[in-house]
C-alpha cells in the first residue's frame, strides 16, 4: 500500500518527468532512495494490546490471522477473509529476519524478494511452511 501510494504521489507531483521519474529532485527519486522494507517486532508493546498476529499460531489459534483480522479489525467488512489474504500480501516484497519477528528466510526465492509479483501467495500453495530444526 506505501509503494502503491508513493508511486500515485510520485506521478501526480508539479514536476513529475515522464522522462525523468528518479532525478534528482524527483519525489519519486525521494521516496525509492528512502524506502526500508520490514519492521522490527518490540519483545513488549503495552499499546499492542493483542493487535498483531503471532506469527507462530497462524490462521488459527489464539493471536492468529482469525482471531486478529478475521474476528476483529475486518469483522464488520463483508469480506474479512479477502481483506486479510490482501493485508498478508506484503509479504511478498522482503525477508524474515530473526532480529526482527524471530524467523528466517525468504517468502519467495532470494532473487525474487525484491520484486512486487504473488511468489508469496505460490509460495504458500506450492511449497508450504513450517519449522527447520
Not at 20 to 25: E, F, I, S, T
Not at 87 to 96: E, K, L, Q, S, Y
Request: charged content about 15%; overall charge negative.
Amino acid at each position: 500500500m506505501v509503494i502503491a501510494g508513493e508511486a500515485m504521489m510520485g506521478r501526480t507531483a508539479t514536476d513529475y518527468s515522464a522522462t525523468g521519474y528518479y532525478d534528482a529532485g524527483q519525489l519519486a527519486q525521494t521516496f525509492r532512495d528512502n524506502f526500508k522494507a520490514g519492521r522490527t517486532t518490540d519483545a513488549e508493546c503495552e499499546w499492542n494490546v493483542g493487535l498483531m498476529p503471532n506469527p507462530d499460531n497462524g490462521c488459527q489459534g489464539e493471536n492468529g490471522l482469525q482471531d486478529i483480522f478475521v474476528d476483529n479489525i475486518f469483522a464488520t467488512s463483508g469480506e474479512p477473509w479477502a481483506l486479510t489474504l490482501a493485508i498478508n500480501g506484503v509479504h511478498t516484497i522482503g525477508r524474515a529476519n530473526p532480529e526482527n519477528s524471530g524467523f528466517d528466510g525468504y517468502w519467495s526465492t532470494s532473487e525474487q524478494q525484491g520484486i512486487f509479483n504473488n511468489d508469496y501467495y505460490a509460495s504458500l500453495l506450492l511449497k508450504g511452511w513450517g519449522p527447520e530444526y
